[in-house]
């Protein structure tokens, strides 16, 4: 009964992926192949599938996105940008002296100086490794742990601060192990899937593992949707079920599972015992179809010169694949403005939607190659603009991962020690009592504990309170854009856990022992600690009064300064970017 279990579970993973309509007629045939349909014209004509517009080199971000208001003032824009490019708050004494220089050159030697910080991939990594589905665990109802995970996504963080050019950044990822001078840690983005390896049948699993490989090269390399042609022709966009199995094909010979052995984190390459290549029938793994041979998908690509994944990777990002530049260009955009230009980023296939900008879309993606495939550049291209350095931009809520270390920071904890193994934090007291023995191991040297949030163990089955509350993505698929909900529970955690108000005690002792008990100075430094900048006159004013009033009810001075600084960090202010 538990295999059964095991085995409708993963198949339900599989299918979670799949967008179908019954109002769509689902093509699903016998033999994929004979019976595929041609690419039309009226496929290519798709936005998507275009080449790209030329546009004016001299034009910048501001000729289609031109500021609807003002520069911001300078403590708004240096903790934007602090945010933005290494996920913190800027240091009180770097705000104080930055608030000070307000020329054009002020503003750039500190973008510069920002991606260039070990910082900058610590924080860009994240948003990376929620495209990469990864996390440190198999998932499912074992969930058993994978010992050397943390080495793919130390490499995705050293790939970004060394500014890898993009198209090798991914090149890597699919076929590091096959290229010259390859690193093969880098292909831990392959197998970074939930994974089941006592599965009764070690072919449904393959066939599994092998399906979201597939699915996810698809969705991050191109933006489309491609793993809805599975079971049947994707009933949107030119993808066949047979243009599935071509792509899928390119990575056969490099899973092949046997019971008790767990994938990864490099890619084995296996040259015997690989069954033939085939499309399977409605999807069943007990069905397969036709033979077919690597191919790259027909609405995009010339015939694969090499049925290998370097050939893949090399075509995939090639300055000719417009889905793969745009794709990019919209997620970067995205990152840095809360909405990206293509409302669906995982989807810039038909039923997606079209870009509100779309000249400024082709024009960043254009950019790409022409920078030299930095990101740091386009980066630097999107923050200096006067688009970006407006006032009013849509407020950005910070995600789990950032609110901690913010706090952490704030308090003046934060250990900037980087890379090797995860750090297993303490759970709270509420949440280790439903946990299995194996899910409450934590980390003996408590100075680990206040280590950024990249570096905390990810596991599929028990992610923090903190970080699921905020909205961390479940890691059973790539995730191009994390929901951003608004529940009781994110007030509830910010106001009244432990974590909370040990940051806020904190905040509130190193105060005192500077301040000692002259309530405007510590108002005023309480203000600059929490939000990073100066407190307002009326700030002080209220503030003042609170501690005077609240010291009788919290029954001492140091109680009330603790508790205005929880209220700091619980703040709007605090909590988003404007």
């Given amino acids: ?31 994929p192949v004979k019976d595929e349909p041609a690419i039309t014209e009226k496929d290519r004509e798709h936005w998507a599938f275009q080449p790209l517009a030329k546009v004016d080199a001299k034009a910048g971000i501001a000729t289609w996105m031109p500021p609807q208001s003002p520069e911001a003032d300078q403590a708004t824009l240096i903790r934007r940008v602090y945010f933005d490019l290494v996920g913190l708050p800027p240091p009180i004494s770097d705000a104080e002296t930055r608030r000070g220089g307000d020329t054009e050159k002020d503003y750039e030697a500190l973008v ?80 970074a899937a939930p994974d089941m390896p006592d599965l009764n049948s070690q072919d449904e699993r393959r066939h599994v593992l092998l ?55 490099s890619v084995r390459i296996f040259t015997e ?35 290998d994944r370097a050939a893949l990777a090399m075509w995939l990002t090639c300055e000719d694949n417009v889905l793969f530049l745009r794709a990019t260009a919209n997620r970067l955009w995205q990152q840095h403005f809360g909405k990206p230009l293509a409302a669906i980023p995982g989807d810039l296939g038909k039923q997606g939607e079209a870009p509100t900008h779309p000249e400024l879309l082709d024009w960043l993606a254009a950019e790409l190659p022409k920078q030299g495939w930095s990101l740091k550049k386009l980066h630097k291209l999107i923050v200096m603009s006067p688009t970006y350095r ?91 854009r994390r929901n951003e909900s608004t529940t009781a529970p994110q ?5 009244n856990s432990s974590f909370a108000h040990e940051i806020a005690g904190k905040i509130a002792n190193d105060l005192t022992e500077a301040h000692q008990s002259e309530t405007a100075k510590l108002v005023a430094a309480a203000t600059q600690s929490c939000l990073s900048r100066p407190a307002t006159a009326a700030e002080i004013e209220v503030g003042s009064a609170f501690l005077e009033k609240h010291t009788a009810i919290a029954g001492s001075f140091s109680a009330a300064l603790a508790d205005y600084c929880l209220a700091l960090l619980n703040s709007n202010e605090f909590v988003f970017v404007d």
């Fill in 273 to 307: 015992g690989v069954p033939v290549s085939t499309v399977f029938v409605r999807g069943d793994f007990k069905r397969p179809g036709p033979e077919i041979k690597p191919a790259f998908p027909r609405i995009l690509g010339k015939p694969a010169e090499s049925p």
């Fill in 491 to 495: 007030a509830l955690m910010l106001l």
């Fill in 112 to 191: 510069d100086e920002l991606l260039a910080s070990p910082r900058y991939g610590e924080h860009w990594a994240q948003w990376w490794l929620d495209l990469a589905r990864f996390a440190e665990t198999d998932g499912f109802e074992y969930d058993a742990e994978r010992g050397r995970a943390w080495q793919y996504r130390d490499w995705v963080i050293k790939a970004l601060n060394d500014d890898m050019p993009f198209d090798q950044f991914m090149q890597q990822q699919i076929a590091g192990d096959l290229l010259p001078n390859g690193e093969a840690a880098a292909t831990g983005f392959l197998f």
């Fill in 1 to 31: 009964m538990m295999k059964k279990v095991q085995t409708a579970a993963i198949l339900l993973s599989m299918l979670l992926g799949m967008r179908q309509s019954h109002a769509v007629a689902i093509h699903a045939s016998a033999d």
């Fill in 211 to 265: 399906n979201d490989i597939a699915s996810t090269v698809g969705s991050v390399g191109l933006g489309l949707t491609v793993g809805c042609a599975q079971c049947h022709d994707h009933p949107y966009d030119p993808v066949s079920q047979a243009d599935f199995y071509r792509l899928r094909a390119f990575f056969d010979n490099t899973v092949q599972p046997k019971n008790g052995k767990q994938i990864g984190p």
């Fill in 390 to 480: 407006q006032a009013k931009l849509t407020p950005r809520r910070l995600t789990g991962e950032m609110l901690r270390d913010a706090m952490l920071s704030a308090s003046g904890q934060l250990n900037l020690k980087a890379g090797g193994a995860s750090v297993r934090l303490p759970m709270p007291k509420e949440v280790s009592e439903t946990l299995l023995k194996k899910q409450l191991q934590v980390t003996e040297d408590v100075t680990e504990h206040t280590r950024r949030s990249i570096y905390t163990f990810a596991r599929r089955n028990a992610r923090h309170p903190l970080f699921d509350l905020f909205d961390r993505p479940d890691a059973l698929m790539s995730c191009a």
